[in-house]
């Protein structure tokens, strides 16, 4: 297959809605640069790792389905790429932006599409050609993401007629020299339940014993990890208030010798803060009951939806 050759900036891009026009280069495109500007002055990666790791527990729907894994063979592909498009809505709102059209919202009064894919490339819509696009790369197997700021030029997308609904890639070389990347490559926490053996996870997500019995084996295979609230939801899939079975079990788990601690609770907070461990609402970690022992190294906080309205 021949090498695409994309024209570069101060040629002319021909676009069959709007005529042509000159290809600016990001720094010269004073919209795009508005644009960046307002995004760089928010935690843009922190608020699209939120944005992300909600649209994934939305997708997985654990607190119904049990699952955990977006790369599940349990997960269909279909349910996969939704993420992209619930991804649309938690950014609107975890960043307060309104929904409007002719795209998906607007940032300082620059029509913005706002695009997300788990695979290598975005479908851009023929309405967002030539339009200012954020676009959102999530590796799932290196639990990663990152976005970048563009201007998707017709003359910098693949050619030919994409897909049914005639929406087209962005071509490699024009994301890499005519785009603004908004941060770098950023983690994603991964779900904890994923540290769990295979035995292990049979064990916590059977049907029976009940709730507490399986939360309290969770507690031990996980002492010293970060737990967030959706992996309760998730261990009591199908079950009725598995948050309330949670906070059942703090007087059982100290007969076993584990100080369980919930970011809820102020004096829970405090005693983690005494540990070196900061516990956000809706977070909870087990501690052995040993002020000798040396903790284990906490790992990054899996936020929620609550902690984003926070």
Sequence with gaps: MARLILQAPGELCVNADSGEHQLL??????????????????????????????????VLDGGRTGRFDLLSPKVHPGERASVGAKLEYEVLRIFGLPKAKPLDTLISGAPVDIKATVGDNWAIPTEAHCKLCICTQIQLKKSRHKSWL????????????????????????????????????????????SYLTEDQATQVLAKKPGQVERMLKLFHFLEGHIIPRNVFLTVGAGKQDPMRRARQLRDRAAKEGLT?????????REQAAAR???????????????PGKTEPESLLAWPTEQDTKE
């Design 25 to 58: 280069a990001p720094e010269d495109d004073t919209e795009l640069q508005s644009v960046a500007a307002w995004l760089t002055e928010r935690p843009v990666a922190d608020f699209y790792t939120d944005a992300i790791r909600n649209s994934i527990d939305y």
């Design 260 to 268: 369980v601690l919930c970011g809820t609770w102020v004096d829970s």
């Design 276 to 290: 070196g461990i900061t516990l956000r609402s809706g977070e909870w970690i087990a501690l052995r009951e040993d």
């Design 150 to 193: 563009v201007r998707a030029h017709t003359s910098w997308l693949y050619r030919g007629k994409g897909n049914k609904d005639q929406k087209r890639g962005l071509a490699v070389h024009a994301r890499e020299h005519w785009s603004v990347p908004l941060y770098d490559w950023t983690d994603l926490p991964i779900n904890p339940l």
